[in-house]
């Protein structure tokens, strides 16, 4: 959701690399698992934003965000909207 867009980015930003079995059999290895490569066009991002069009993925290398050594949870019920609006 728009939470997990904000704190860690979008998914395509995490995929580090792909493995594509292609229409014709061959198999494309895309796994490197370097965060910023500019030695060419990203073939990466093109089989992502085709959906499985242009081949199967076979395996994904993915960025792993830690986890969050701790979480805060507040609820906070009120009566009314004119109670909400006194709150702020």
Same mark, same amino acid.
């Given at each position: 959701? *728009? !939470?997990? &867009? $904000?704190?860690?980015? #979008? ?6 690399? !792909? /493995?594509?079995?292609? +229409? ?5 290895? &895309?796994?490197?698992? %370097?965060? @910023? ?5 990203? =073939?990466?991002? !093109?089989? $992502?934003? +085709? /959906? ?9 290398? $993915?960025? %792993?965000?830690? @986890?969050? *050594? ?9 009566? #009314?909207?004119?109670?909400?609006? @006194? =709150?702020?």
């Amino acid at each position: 959701g *728009a !939470l997990r &867009l $904000i704190r860690y980015g #979008s998914l395509h930003g995490s995929v580090l690399g !792909l /493995e594509v079995a292609l +229409a014709d059999g061959r198999h494309l290895d &895309l796994l490197k698992t %370097c965060r @910023k490569d500019n030695s060419g066009y990203d =073939l990466k991002q !093109l089989f $992502i934003g +085709a /959906e499985g069009t242009l081949g199967v993925v076979t395996a994904v290398a $993915i960025q %792993c965000v830690p @986890k969050p *050594a701790s979480v805060q949870v507040l609820m906070l019920a009120c009566d #009314s909207w004119g109670s909400v609006l @006194k =709150l702020l």
